[in-house]
């Protein structure tokens, strides 16, 4: 059974630093890609940043430039480093890996996701 697992959240005021960690039982280069979702109350779940085996990122606009993130291959670990943070990233943060594909059928594989809070 893949597992995904978060950690790193936390509360944090305007302009900190936090860094998660996604500990996965999966190799990234089994998946099309891992990343970061996250969903703040009373709103959809959105993408933050993802990265490919190939080592290729995407970010949302609202991220880019303040949130980097990275893989270790050896540790099968996928990290999200998270600067000048402000109340809108105050969210769950979901780790995400896939899709990966077994003949017709897609597998997407979540974590159970780490609470970040950004506030004075």
């Given amino acids: 059974q893949v597992q995904l697992v ?17 500990a996965t039982s999966i190799s990234i280069f089994s998946v099309r890609a891992m990343g ?17 085996a ?9 991220v880019k430039d303040r949130f ?4 270790d291959n050896a540790k099968n670990t996928v990290y999200l480093q998270m600067d000048r943070l402000n ?7 979901y780790c995400y890996a896939g899709p990966r594909w077994s003949g017709p ?3 997407d594989y979540w974590g159970q996701g780490t609470q970040v809070t950004v506030s004075s």
């Fill in 6 to 22: 978060e950690s790193g959240g936390g509360l944090v005021q305007p302009g900190g630093s936090l860094r998660l960690s996604c």
């Fill in 36 to 52: 970061w979702y996250r969903q703040a109350p009373g709103k959809e779940r959105e993408l933050v940043a993802t990265i490919t």
């Fill in 54 to 62: 190939a080592g290729t990122t995407n970010y949302a606009d609202s």
């Fill in 68 to 71: 980097t993130i990275s893989r």
């Fill in 87 to 93: 109340p809108d990233d105050t969210a769950i943060y």
């Fill in 105 to 107: 059928t897609r597998y």
